[in-house]
């Protein structure tokens, strides 16, 4: 099965090529690799020249192609006519040398399955539960014979009644699911929402859909939208054999105040593609959620270390959540 992948990249020149070191070491390697570079210099094309890494087209993009949705969109345009799969990572990520072996193998063993994702080893904070410990269900969220302990966010909706019933990766109809991810158990599990830093479609997903205009510039929950709509063609899953770490450099990210506003306005959009027509209690829950976290990110300022980030974001999701009485997002 041949498959390529799609690196989307900014400014980001080291972690890219410990990324492609790690791509070299792969049990299978992609058929074709593109690198789609939107950085205003040429430090990742210098940095690329001085490697050989097989199979790897480079296109340095123009400003009208800069951003992540549309360096997606143009990586996808340029994607082998031959290639079944379209695999996409950020670019400060690095792979476990099976990666794409597991991958590959989901599709193979699953023609049901349309859209894999993997799993952050070094992001990933479950524990075997032990059997003679009763975990408090407010702080703590068993999922089959493991356990995590919840954050400041999780434990105050779970104390208000405000939590999502469904299990992770799942999107109810209020929108506001569970993101604490899987347990390392080598299982696959049913999802709606595949993570950008590692997930990947069928090409024929392709053949019908790209990344949504809507996000266009610094791109916040593009990878969300993208899964909702793929679901038409078949199941998304995470494959807990597909392993990485994610290391979240911090270049190329907006400031705090437009990521607050993006958090709310974004989510909202992604609610109304999944759910587009919204009953009075889904309408209550998705509000009453937004407002909680946002007061929690105004309790971090006087918690957290980093107060000013916490306050200029707390400021930000109020004022995304204030716009959308009076110029709610429109679906393109």
Not at 188 to 200: A, K, N, W
Request: glycine share 6%; aromatic share 14%.
């Amino acid at each position: 099965m041949k498959f390529t992948l799609i690196i989307c990249t900014y400014k980001r020149a080291k972690p890219l090529v410990t990324l492609l070191n790690s791509i070299k070491n792969q049990t299978l390697y992609p058929s074709e690799i593109l690198i789609i570079d939107g950085s205003p210099d040429d430090l990742s094309e210098k940095a690329l020249q001085a490697e050989n890494f097989q199979n790897l087209s480079y296109f340095r993009v123009p400003i009208e192609h800069r951003g992540l949705t549309r360096q997606r969109n143009f990586g996808i345009e340029r994607v082998a006519s031959d290639s079944e799969i379209v695999c996409f990572l950020d670019d400060d990520t690095e792979l476990f040398p099976d990666y794409f072996e597991e991958l590959i193998k989901t599709y193979d063993d699953h023609p049901d399955i349309f859209g894999v994702g993997g799993i952050a080893v070094n992001e990933n904070s479950w524990m075997q539960a032990d059997p003679n410990i009763k975990y408090n269900n407010h702080k703590y969220f068993k999922f089959e014979n493991f356990v995590i302990k919840e954050g400041q966010r999780n434990v105050a909706r779970n104390y208000l009644g405000l939590q999502s019933h469904l299990g992770p990766g799942k999107m109810p109809n209020y929108s506001h699911g569970r993101t604490c991810g899987f347990p390392m158990n080598d299982k696959i599990y049913e999802v709606d929402l595949l993570i950008g830093m590692s997930f990947s479609f069928r090409k024929k997903v392709f053949e019908q859909l790209r990344f949504s205009p809507y996000f266009e510039g610094y791109g916040l929950y593009e990878d969300a939208d993208f899964s909702v709509r793929a679901l038409q063609f078949g199941k998304n899953v995470i494959n807990t054999k597909v392993k990485l770490n994610h290391y979240h450099n911090p270049a190329g990210r907006p400031n705090k105040y437009q990521y607050g506003k993006m958090v709310v306005r974004n989510g909202w959009y992604v609610w109304r593609v999944k759910n587009p027509n919204p009953n009075f209690k889904d309408r209550l829950k998705w509000n009453s959620i937004s407002f909680l976290l946002t007061l929690i990110r105004f309790s971090n300022t006087f918690t957290s270390g980093e107060k000013k980030e916490a306050l200029t974001e707390a400021i930000g999701r109020t004022a995304g959540w204030m716009s959308l009485f009076f110029n709610k997002p429109k679906q393109k």
